[in-house]
């Protein structure tokens, strides 16, 4: 089942009587009546396929699902924030902000635009706060708005890895994951993890978003990405991400086969071609900054920006431009010999690889074994 179609109010009674352990404390708790939250469970137990609680003369005692459903639960309602919101108005506010008009909403929530309306409105009146304002024929999330959306992506995600736990729990080793990919990750180490991971969990689906930092770095804050794996970025970026290395990569000067350059080189001579390099901010942008800062003088012409490897590929074979990019990344190219190594960048130039994910971020087991997957892979290219 998708996560967008729990009971807010059922979900809430289940996480009461977790915590209080009776159906009377927990019906006070949440404001509801006792028949109210037994008839609550009973319908989220049979949504679920699972029992949540043992009924006992001295109150509820909870079962293992239970106890591994609860704290996602509870976290996603305290990003949810208000125990009047549906999942009807937090399905129609998400594929709003997605969407970023009522039309395109409502066809992506499968529903009617009036509808949609109404329920994004009863959401404003239930947070107490306009969610959206009108931009000529599209419209702008507000400032509070903007936020809202972004916790009620992270609220679906905790109870997405809830239920891959119930499922792991009934034994079915089912789910998905979702991988941000930075280009470096995809020449090897993403290829290789993913597939050494299949072999033990083969019913797991996993996703890759291929983009940059700056693509991936929202939908990892918005919970839509579990892990991003590629340069890391300077911490300053934010204590809410976490960045775990997992090795230093040191780039070398790559050109077509048969450049000018590929028997030999100075500093002068790298400055008198053009290179391809990402946009300024980029970790390998910097990088070759500092190596020109090492060899003195003036900065080369960069008259071509791209992270794409493919369109970077093309344009070495094509001409005499340089790149500065990780063996890794043009391997068969150069084992095609369309490409050469004319040598590796001069001075202490290295990036750090690794892991990027949410800090308050709390993985599934299936999530955690990814990972695990790729650091055994960085170990094995490593060694």
Same mark, same amino acid.
Request: aromatic share 4%; glycine share 8%; with cysteine.
């Given at each position: 089942?998708? &996560? ?6 059922? %979900? ?12 009377? %404390? ?13 008839? !609550? ?11 949540? /609680?043992?009924?006992?003369? !001295? ?9 591994? /459903? ?28 997605? *969407?970023?008009?009522?039309?395109? *909403? ?6 009617? +635009? &009036?509808? %949609? ?10 947070? $107490?706060?306009?969610?959206? =304002? ?20 992270? #609220?679906?995600? +905790? ?13 079915? +080793? ?18 290789? #993890?993913?597939?050494? /991971?299949?072999?033990?969990?083969? @019913? ?6 291929? $983009? ?18 590629? #340069? ?5 970026? !934010? @204590? ?6 997992? /090795?230093? =990569?040191?780039?070398?000067?790559? *050109? ?5 350059? *590929?028997?030999?080189?100075?500093? =002068? ?10 946009? +300024? ?25 791209? !992270? ?10 094509? $001409? ?8 890794? @990344? ?10 050469? =190594?004319? $040598? ?40």
């Amino acid at each position: 089942m998708n &996560p967008d179609q729990f009971n807010i109010r059922h %979900l809430a009674a289940m996480a009461a009587v977790v915590e209080q352990g009776s159906v009377s %404390l927990a019906a006070r708790a949440v404001n509801l009546t006792q028949p109210a939250v037994t008839q !609550g469970i009973a319908k989220l137990e049979a949504q679920l396929g699972l029992t949540l /609680f043992e009924r006992q003369p !001295g109150g509820m005692a909870p079962t293992e699902a239970a106890i591994r /459903f609860a704290p996602r639960v509870e976290a996603a309602l305290r990003l949810i924030g208000s125990s009047r919101v549906t999942a009807a108005q937090i399905r129609a506010f998400v594929a709003l902000a997605q *969407a970023g008009s009522y039309a395109a *909403a409502a066809a992506e929530a499968r529903v009617t +635009e &009036p509808s %949609l309306h109404r329920a994004v409105g009863d959401l404003g009146l239930a947070m $107490g706060y306009r969610l959206a =304002d009108r931009r000529g024929r599209g419209l702008v999330l507000t400032r509070q708005g903007a936020v809202l959306a972004r916790r009620l992506r992270l #609220a679906l995600a +905790e109870l997405r890895s809830g239920l891959d736990e119930l499922a792991e729990l009934k034994g079915q +080793e089912s789910g998905r994951i979702v991988v941000g990919a930075m280009p470096l990750s995809r020449a090897r180490l993403l290829p290789r #993890a993913i597939s050494a /991971f299949r072999k033990d969990f083969p @019913q797991v689906h996993i996703s890759v978003h291929e $983009g940059s930092h700056a693509e991936l770095v929202g939908p990892l804050r918005d919970g839509e990405v579990d892990m991003m794996i590629g #340069a890391l970025r300077d911490p300053s970026i !934010g @204590q809410d991400l976490d960045q775990r290395p997992l /090795f230093e =990569d040191r780039p070398t000067i790559l *050109a077509r086969a048969g450049h000018p350059l *590929a028997k030999g080189w100075d500093a =002068d001579a790298l400055r008198r071609y053009p290179w391809i390099l990402p946009p +300024e901010g980029a970790p390998l942008r910097r990088l070759w900054r500092h190596m020109f800062e090492a060899l003195g003088g003036d900065l080369p012409a960069v008259p071509i920006e791209c !992270g794409s490897v493919m369109t970077i590929r093309e344009l070495l074979v094509s $001409g005499d431009y340089l790149t500065m990019l990780s063996i890794d @990344q043009l391997a068969l190219e150069l084992n095609a010999g369309l490409v050469t =190594d004319i $040598g590796p960048a001069p001075g202490a130039i290295s990036r750090t690889i690794g892991l990027t994910t949410r800090a308050d971020w709390r993985p599934t087991r299936l999530q955690q074994r990814f990972m695990a997957a790729v650091e055994t892979e960085v170990a094995d290219i490593n060694s």
